[in-house]
């Protein structure tokens, strides 16, 4: 079905389930574009900034909203049973990263509720100065919800997005001055996010007020196009080399089954082998204890096909407590070579640097020895 805007929908005339899928994808010719969920309340105000589903934050408390991104496209999965009472819209939301509206060369919306799908195209001949852009909403009417494409050019990037559903962006406080006191604040969020976009560009995490574990999430191309032309879809796995301060070192991988431990040394974990890249969630691995790491690699390998890695269009997303994200993306694929080396890990006086590597190696015996790891290597399968 393809929807034009401004046309509403009931969900109930799609389909009897409460699942329900919206897919963005943008093209744009430079800079980026970030989609947003906001879970807004009657009066259409994000009153609990944990319905605020974006980069820094990909899914609501109980699960009901939750956000990922591959192969160029956003997509929120959303239970609508499991949403309280208190969220009565989801209002999806496109803002640019640079440039405007205008510059939009094409889009596509998609909603998938029960199988049945419901399609928008759109681009940037309806706009003009506009740097944000208010897609679509889900929102209950009589007990029943229902769905409308709005289609509306927004002025103000994401901050003002932010701010037009009543939160508002954490800035440095100034000093404080005596005042009486105040009336309710509006919800806080974190729109800050760091892409180490050049090869050698570091950031450095403070230890000292991220004491929790660091959250390395590695999503690419789900493989439905067949990258490589066979029958198979990509398997693309995340893995990591560590050395830790005590000296104790080795390998994360699924190759072996060495999936490591969140509870003992070395306290680093990876979650699955995700062999088609059709897992929403990609693959995860979890620094438990990062400040016990003296030295990582966090690296991705192409188990089975040809190493295209253009066709992979993936990315790795460190997540941390209280902090952005820090986002690496492989821009410079190799054609050769299987193993893409995509950061590095350096414990700094109470801190641990991130540097972007994305260095490309023919297997893991030439990664040990351009990092010095002096591992002995045989052949494995998983």
Known sequence: MELQKG???????????SSVHISVAVTLPAGEADVTC?????AGKLSDDRYFVFYNQTKSPE???????????TSFAVDLERLPSSIQKLVVTVAMDGGTMRDLTKGSLC??????KADYAFDGSGFQQEKALILCELYRKDNIWR???????????????????????????????PA???APAPPKVNLSKISLKKSGETHKIDLSKNGGEIHVNLNWNTG??????????????????????DGHQGVIQALGNSFGSATSLPYILLDQDDRSGASAGGENMFFKRPELIDFAVVFAYIYEGVPNWRGTDAAVVLHQQGSPDIEIRIDNPNGQDRFCVLASLSARSGSLEVKREELYFPGHRQVDEHYHFGFRWVAGRK
């Open 7 to 17: 046309q509403k929908l009931k969900l109930s005339d799609l389909s009897a389930s």
């Open 147 to 177: 769905y409308c494409v709005v289609a509306s050019g927004f002025n103000g990037g994401l901050s003002a997005l932010l701010a037009h559903f009543g939160g508002e962006e954490v800035s440095p406080a100034p000093a404080p001055n």
């Open 180 to 182: 009486p006191a105040p």
């Open 224 to 245: 439905r196009k067949r990258l490589f032309g066979g029958s198979k879809a990509v398997d693309l796995d995340l893995a990591c080399m560590y050395r830790l301060k």
């Open 38 to 42: 906001f879970g807004v309340d009657a």
């Open 63 to 73: 699960g009901a909203i939750e956000m990922t991104k591959s192969a160029g496209a």
């Open 111 to 116: 909603l998938d509720c029960g199988g049945s």
